[in-house]
């Protein structure tokens, strides 16, 4: 499996940014699919995820201003960020987990997001 995100970029307060992961390999569309992000000096954080079955889950500081989607046909994973702000500033993972019990985790290279005026 492998993930190649893009769609970064640098963008004012207030605006929006889409980012796109495609994903190659055995692609399962059963699977959970998200994004991360991990801004300087901090952890690693969830930011949203979607289900094989399209259900999703946001982090609260994001609720309301991002979507997650996928579009299993093309195996691609999206982002898509309104009302960005500062703090939304870090690099976005997308993430892979493969199968239930015991699973695997696969992500991609990261994408820089800087909102800054």
């Known amino acids: 499996v492998q993930l190649q995100a893009s769609g970064g970029g640098l963008v004012q307060p207030g605006g929006s940014l889409r980012l796109a992961c495609a994903a190659s390999?055995?692609?399962?569309?059963?699977?959970?699919m998200g994004w991360y992000r991990q801004a300087p000096g901090k952890q690693r954080e969830l930011v949203a995820t979607?289900?094989?079955?399209?259900?999703?889950s946001y982090a609260d500081s994001v609720k309301g201003r991002f979507t997650i989607s996928r579009d299993n046909a093309k195996n691609t994973l999206y982002l898509q960020m309104n009302s960005l702000k500062p703090e939304d500033t870090a690099v976005y993972y997308c993430?892979?987990?493969?199968?239930?019990?015991?699973?695997?985790?696969?992500w991609g290279q990261g994408t820089l997001v800087t909102v800054s005026s």
């Open positions: 390999g055995n692609i399962y569309r059963f699977y959970t």
């Open positions: 993430n892979y987990r493969e199968g239930w019990s015991s699973p695997k985790d696969y």
């Open positions: 979607i289900t094989g079955g399209g259900g999703t």
